[in-house]
């Protein structure tokens, strides 16, 4: 079972808001991951941490968005001004050492009116 | 490139039958997850299986590394059943890469 909390699990802002959401991976989870579900159930990957660090990232995430990941504090995503395409449901995950089970929180749902 | 191809898309099925999925996944991705995400969102976890055989409850997971594949078989579904399946496998940078889903209904 997973052990990873997502808040809020329901966001609704409006076009050019601030939409902030949290992620505490399960502890002693050192990879934390950051996804982005649309309305037809795809899954686009936005950013992931090693620690503080930041692993990977796309272009949209670099742009928009930003997250961190500080160390004693919850992960965060953050959409800097939202847009009606940013509407999905956003998932954090977080896994052990190199390849092995990832365990999903329950997501964020956004909705942008 | 990195790719996860799973099979089938949706399956109907009546209650008490069984199920097979499947994932193919390329070579330069390790391990194999299966998932599966309830009506509304949440994502759990069926099985962490980089390869051989785990059995849990009605649900079967085997993963053939040599010949990058993987598959979920339930047995005598049910209703409670109904939802969509995901296989995932790991890639560069601890990304996991996703199967399209299965959608599975299974009715009374």
């Known amino acids: 079972n997973s052990k990873v909390i997502q808040t809020p699990r329901y966001l609704v802002k409006g076009q050019g808001q601030k939409a902030k959401m949290r992620c505490i991976p399960e502890?002693?989870?050192?990879?934390v991951f950051w996804y982005q579900q649309n309305k037809n159930n795809e899954f686009k990957f936005l950013i992931n941490?090693?620690?503080?660090?930041?692993?990977?990232q796309i272009d949209m995430t670099e742009k928009r968005f930003s997250a961190e990941c500080p160390s004693n504090s919850p992960c965060s995503l953050e959409i800097q001004s939202s847009e009606a395409g940013d509407s999905a449901l956003y998932l954090c995950a977080s896994r052990d050492r190199v390849n092995t089970e990832v365990f999903f929180g329950k997501g964020t749902r956004l909705t942008v009116v | 490139g990195q790719q996860v191809q799973q099979s089938p898309a949706s399956l109907v099925l009546q209650e008490g039958e069984n199920a097979e999925l499947q994932c193919n996944f390329s070579t330069s991705l390790n391990s194999m997850q299966w998932f599966y995400q309830r009506p509304g969102g949440s994502l759990v976890s069926l099985f962490y299986n980089p390869s051989g055989t785990k059995q849990s409850g009605r649900l079967t997971s085997t993963t053939v590394i040599k010949e990058r594949r993987s598959s979920l078989h339930i047995s005598s579904s049910q209703t409670t059943d109904s939802g969509t399946y995901l296989c995932?496998?790991?890639?560069?940078?601890?990304?996991?890469?996703f199967g399209e889903g299965t959608k599975l209904t299974v009715s009374s």
């Open positions: 941490f090693q620690n503080q660090e930041v692993l990977q």
């Open positions: 995932a496998s790991q890639g560069g940078s601890a990304k996991l890469i």
């Open positions: 502890k002693g989870h050192p990879v």
